[in-house]
């Protein structure tokens, strides 16, 4: 009932920048939780970010001071900024809105590539 729709994924060089975007539609509660997760060929998907609709924020160790979610509820949208890119970034990158265990919405995926 929820449709996850993420964006702005592409080839970028190292050390550059990339902006995600999630826009959510249809049923949803204003309380939830956004996220970020990524998943590189070989490895189980991983939390990136995630931010809780008061503005909470996690970062997963890997990506701490170079990347910054954000969001904005009145949009419905999700934002991870990322910088200074390195080579095993490279992921598909999914969007997840969570409102509980029955409401729990992914998105298709926009694969980011990070290369020379």
């Known amino acids: 009932q929820v449709q996850v729709v993420e964006s702005g994924g592409g080839l970028v060089q190292p050390g550059g920048s990339l902006r995600l975007s999630c826009a959510a539609s249809?049923?949803?509660?204003?309380?939830?939780?956004m996220g970020w997760y990524r998943q590189a060929p070989g490895k189980e998907r991983e939390q990136v970010a995630r931010v809780t609709s008061a503005g909470s924020t996690n970062y997963a160790d890997s990506v701490k001071g170079r990347f910054t979610i954000s969001r904005d509820n009145a949009k419905n949208t999700v934002y991870l900024q990322m910088n200074s890119l390195k080579p095993e970034d490279t992921a598909v990158y999914y969007c997840r809105v969570l409102f509980n265990h029955y409401l729990d919405s992914w998105g298709q995926g926009t694969q980011v590539t990070v290369s020379s």
């Open positions: 249809g049923r949803i509660f204003s309380s939830n939780v």
